[in-house]
């Protein structure tokens, strides 16, 4: 297993979850990093991206200022912080890599991502 989520639950509206995502050196180490989420019914949609040097970050308008994605480097690890959760954030969250030749590179582009994590519920009772 090279990349692996984890963190999700069942939470009130307004609570916070932090997801965990870890990975293989292979796969973290120049590699830009990403979550995204699906909803029942719907397509997956980009939530979260990050760089490869950790500096550069991406949301999606609906998270912004609520979820902050973040990098371990020695742990190897992805963070998605989400604080005042909304029952529309009700998803599986993924997480997602891709190599970056560029240190401050990202992209919200599935397509774009060569290795993805299994996912991990959330879930948001209103």
């Known amino acids: 297993v090279q990349l692996q989520a984890s963190g999700g639950g069942l939470v009130q509206t307004g609570g916070s979850l932090r997801l965990p995502c870890s990975a293989s050196k292979r796969t973290f180490v120049g590699y830009s990093m990403a979550w995204f989420r699906q909803a029942p019914g719907k397509e997956r949609e980009f939530v979260a991206a990050i760089s490869r040097s950790g500096r550069s970050t991406n949301y999606v308008d609906s998270v912004k200022g609520r979820f902050a994605i973040s990098r371990d480097i020695a742990r190897n690890t992805v963070f998605l912080q989400m604080d005042s959760l909304k029952p529309e954030d009700t998803a599986v969250y993924y997480c997602?890599?891709?190599?970056?030749?560029?240190?401050?590179?990202?992209?919200?582009?599935?397509?774009?991502?060569?290795?993805w994590g299994g996912g991990t519920q959330v879930t948001v009772s209103s």
């Open positions: 997602a890599s891709r190599y970056s030749r560029l240190p401050e590179s990202i992209t919200f582009d599935a397509g774009a991502y060569s290795y």
